[in-house]
């Protein structure tokens, strides 16, 4: 029921920022539309923990808050290598130990080290992601640890 | 507003430009996925922000409406992006190439 229910708030806010009108007429048809696709997604049966990851609320925006800091000082590195040119590159692949306990932890954790430029996350295996990186840098912050850190603690 | 709006489309332009030029300087198909599939999210979130601060300029509930749907894009860039950006990667990975394991570094000059 709790997804249900916030599938729907997301669902109502996505259309009032998209329509911009709010005459009686398209509220009524708004209230019809996010029932009907939250109905049809309950009977899917695809509303669970991971898709609707409701235990995460609290603990998920500040590590975005630190992640957006993040991708911005990386974005900046790797703009830098761009002016610098190809000797300030030295490309490799390593392999980083995902320690999360779910799945959507491993997800979060793979997803993040490819939006963080300078690391890209090319597969994954059990719990080991296998990272192409830019640098020697970005490899070494990788395996510093600090991100998955983190994204442990926003799982909880 | 209008000067702050400026600074970040020209900040959006130089990450969008970092991106072309990285594109065509890395030497192969790996690298050049960081600066294509990064700094084009990094130079639209610039771009997209100094549009939502132009059009804030007028403060007004349309105008506020129009910023909260360019920030919208700017989130579902965020989404997608990491995932073309592995498509794409595993698409090279399954087509069997080797990724460069920073040999240039010895061979440079």
């Known amino acids: 029921m709790r997804h249900v229910l916030a599938l729907s708030a997301t669902l109502s ?23 009907s696709v939250a109905a049809l997604c309950h009977y899917m049966d695809v509303l669970d923990g991971e ?25 900046i590195a790797v703009a830098r290598c761009v002016w610098l040119g190809t000797s300030s590159i030295s490309p490799c692949v390593i392999t980083v130990t995902a320690n999360q306990k779910s799945d959507l932890g491993i997800v979060i954790y793979a997803n993040s080290i490819t939006l963080t430029p300078g690391t890209v996350s ?19 912050d990788l395996l510093g640890g600090e991100m998955d850190r983190r994204v442990c603690r926003v799982e909880g | ?31 050049r996925l960081h600066p294509a599939g990064k700094l084009d999210s990094m130079g639209l979130l610039m771009t997209m922000a100094g549009m939502a601060l132009y059009t804030l300029r007028d403060f007004s509930l349309p105008a506020i409406i129009t910023a909260l749907k360019i920030m919208l894009i700017v989130v579902l860039v ?19 190439l080797g990724p460069w394991t920073a040999p240039e570094k010895k061979v440079k000059e």
């Open chain 1, 122 to 140: 090319i597969d994954l295996n059990e719990n080991h992601i296998v990272v192409h990186a830019l640098t020697g840098e970005a490899a070494a």
């Open chain 2, 78 to 96: 965020f989404i997608t992006s990491p995932t073309a950006t592995h498509a794409i990667l595993d698409a090279g990975v399954r087509a069997g």
């Open chain 1, 13 to 35: 806010f996505f259309w009032l920022v998209n329509s911009g009108h709010y005459t009686p007429l398209l509220l009524f048809f708004m209230v019809v539309s996010v029932l």
């Open chain 1, 51 to 75: 898709s609707q990851p409701l235990n995460l609320t609290f603990t998920l925006p500040g590590y975005l808050l630190w992640l957006f800091r993040e991708v911005i000082l990386a974005n």
């Open chain 2, 1 to 31: 507003m209008t000067v702050s709006a400026v600074i970040f489309i020209v900040l959006g332009l130089f990450f969008f430009t970092g991106g072309s030029i990285g594109i065509l300087r890395f030497p192969d198909f790996y690298s």
